[in-house]
């Protein structure tokens, strides 16, 4: 079974730019969660998305949005680039989503450089 | 507010050792308890879980204990090998409340040859 993946695993922009990134969960995962990571922060919870619904938000600012499509494939789109929004941003998908009892599975991320 | 804490940044263990991470939490509510192992350039991997209704879970090498009175729980790995290395992040949720993962900073453990 393939796994998660994500397109760009690279992306290099300037301030004020947007840009969207994208993940494809395992096949037959409903759920789509994104986080971010900076040095030193752990992951921190952008948002989830289930069957093509926003169920869970983090606290994150509204440039920050994102969608999923029918077939479970997500986007995630970062509008008025700031330089702080340079990160490594994660994709997981699981078969139930959040708040059951079941392990979520990461893509390799898309490293994103603001500059 | 950090409600999973890692408070150990990093650590060094020999080869053959027992490797011991932790992580402390503060919300009651959290009933579901997950470990992941991250290597450079890579996203995290799910290495093992445990629920609140058990106090220990075990898989291979790798152990994780939950005490729910002191909000802590630990994970052990027996022998460590050097491709243990990694980053390790200890997650937990609400599963019954539907609410997300939430993740500590992570501990960069070493084992050393």
């Known amino acids: 079974k393939a796994g998660v993946t994500q397109t760009p695993r690279y992306l290099i922009k300037t301030r004020g730019q947007q840009v969207t990134l994208s993940c494809s969960p395992i096949s037959g995962h409903r759920s789509v969660s994104w986080y971010q990571q900076t040095p030193g922060q752990g992951l921190q919870f952008l948002f989830e998305y289930f069957s093509e619904t926003q169920r869970n938000k983090g606290n994150f600012p509204g440039r920050f949005s994102g969608r999923q499509f029918s077939n479970s494939r997500s986007e995630m789109n970062v509008s008025t680039l700031e330089l702080g929004d340079s990160a490594l941003y994660l994709c997981?998908?699981?078969?139930?989503?959040?708040?059951?009892?079941?392990?979520?599975?990461f893509g390799p991320g898309t490293r994103l450089t603001v500059l | 507010d950090q409600q999973v804490k890692q408070n150990s940044p990093s650590l060094s263990v020999q080869e053959g050792r027992i490797s011991i991470l932790n992580c402390d939490y503060t919300?009651?509510?959290?009933?579901?308890f997950l470990w992941y192992k991250k290597y450079p350039a890579e996203g995290p991997t799910f290495l093992i879980s445990i629920s609140s209704i058990k106090d220990k879970n075990e898989d291979g090498r790798f152990t994780v204990f939950l005490n729910k009175s002191a909000k802590h729980l630990s994970l052990h790995i027996v022998p460590s090998q050097p491709g243990d290395s990694a980053v390790y992040f200890c997650?937990?949720?609400?599963?019954?409340?539907?609410?997300?993962?939430?993740f500590g900073k992570g501990t960069r453990l070493s084992v050393i040859a």
């Open positions: 997650a937990a949720s609400a599963a019954s409340g539907n609410t997300p993962l939430v």
């Open positions: 997981a998908s699981s078969l139930a989503g959040q708040g059951s009892y079941n392990e979520q599975f």
């Open positions: 919300n009651s509510m959290f009933d579901y």
